[in-house]
């Protein structure tokens, strides 16, 4: 089945230490995004990909890197220098609009939940 | 970074009974998309709007493109239990050139009593 896997599901790290979330997708979507959401929050944007090799900041990039070196994965490494990196981390893909098509539909994986201790 | 203003916050309502929210903007929006998600997962996309004043249904729920472009409407017709979680709207800027980004509003949280 086609669709976008996040791992692990639930991950705990000391404060401190970096730690990296994978996203992988077989959808064949160009674009990807990595979101934070908060309690309470909606989702806000912390870097997004529309093309291997190349990425953008989003509203929210401080203390995260991502790197897109094959179309499918779209790894977020949360650095030491995130503040506050206790969170729900969603990844999404898109085709990328342009391409034939207007749409601008994201499709979203299951998340993972980061607790820094 | 902008957020969308949704509303009402949180509702509770009982089975049977029909649902009204809304999403609204201070930018001209030109795609509208509405999300449920449901406690610890991901958000599942709902339906896409293209068009102003476009109405596009999908089983019980209903959504449509506001005129001015500013806002988006959702209704979900003759709730049930398994339409609890929390609904999120989604809008891309007019102007947002050739990125593909989205802005998404607070969230709705929508409970259903028996």
């Known amino acids: 089945d086609g669709g976008i896997t996040q791992s692990p599901k639930y991950l705990f790290r000391k404060e401190g230490q970096n730690v990296t979330l994978s996203c992988e997708q077989n959808?064949?979507?160009?674009?990807m995004y990595w979101y934070r959401q908060d309690p309470g929050q909606g989702l806000r944007l912390i870097y997004y990909?529309?093309?291997?090799?190349?990425?953008q900041k989003g509203d929210i990039a401080e203390g995260y890197s991502v790197s897109r070196e094959k179309k499918e994965s779209f790894p977020l490494t949360v650095t030491s220098a995130q503040k506050n990196p206790t969170a729900f981390y969603l990844c999404a893909s898109s085709i990328l609009p342009g391409q034939g098509t207007t749409s601008y539909e994201q499709y979203f994986g299951p998340g993972t939940r980061l607790t820094v201790t | 970074g902008q957020q969308l203003n949704q509303s009402p916050q949180s509702m509770f309502i009982q089975e049977g009974e029909d649902v009204s929210m809304n999403c609204t903007s201070s930018s001209i929006f030109n795609t509208w998309l509405w999300y449920k998600q449901d406690p610890g997962e991901g958000p599942v996309l709902l339906i896409a709007?293209?068009?102003?004043?476009e109405l596009t249904s999908n089983g019980r729920l209903t959504a449509q493109f506001g005129i001015t472009r500013k806002d988006s409407f959702l209704n979900i017709s003759a709730s049930i239990p398994s339409d609890v979680g929390i609904y999120f709207c989604?809008?891309?800027?007019?102007?947002?050139?050739?990125?593909?980004?989205?802005?998404f509003g607070t969230g709705t949280r929508l409970q259903v009593t028996l």
């Open positions: 990909s529309q093309i291997v090799n190349d990425f």
């Open positions: 709007l293209y068009k102003a004043g």
């Open positions: 959808l064949n979507h160009d674009a």
């Open positions: 989604a809008g891309r800027v007019r102007s947002a050139g050739t990125a593909s980004k989205l802005t």
